[in-house]
């Protein structure tokens, strides 16, 4: 298990476009899945990207053709490009990597798209 950091959130017009980075400390390149996650307030934690240790990757319905998820295991990190953001994105978002059994969590960084 590696210690997560988010960094990237923060406020932007809907339309607009972020990018979220997840730094480990450490290194990444044997972890098989790492991805993102969100939680808006009142509501249940969503997976909205999954990127593996081959680079295969998946989405969440409602981020798919907006959001791209990458990985740069010779960096340690993982990154979420998000565009075309919509007010229903604001959320905290937060990166997690699991191999087996429960994933490891960053803190999150708060992403509010205004509109």
């Known amino acids: 298990q590696v210690h997560l950091v988010e960094s990237g959130g923060g406020l932007v017009q809907a339309g607009g476009s972020l990018r979220l980075s997840c730094t480990a400390a450490?290194?990444?390149?044997?972890?098989?899945?790492m991805g993102w996650s969100r939680q808006a307030p009142g509501k249940e934690r969503d997976v909205v990207a999954i990127?593996?240790?081959?680079?295969?990757?998946k989405y969440a319905d409602f981020v798919k053709g907006r959001f791209t998820i990458s990985r740069d295991n010779a960096k340690n990190t993982v990154s979420l490009q998000m565009n075309s953001l919509k007010p229903e994105d604001t959320a905290v978002y937060s990166c997690?990597?699991?191999?087996?059994?429960?994933?490891?969590w960053g803190r999150g960084t708060q992403v509010t798209v205004s509109s």
């Open positions: 997690w990597s699991s191999n087996a059994g429960e994933p490891t």
């Open positions: 450490g290194s990444i390149a044997s972890i098989n899945n």
């Open positions: 990127i593996t240790r081959n680079l295969n990757t």
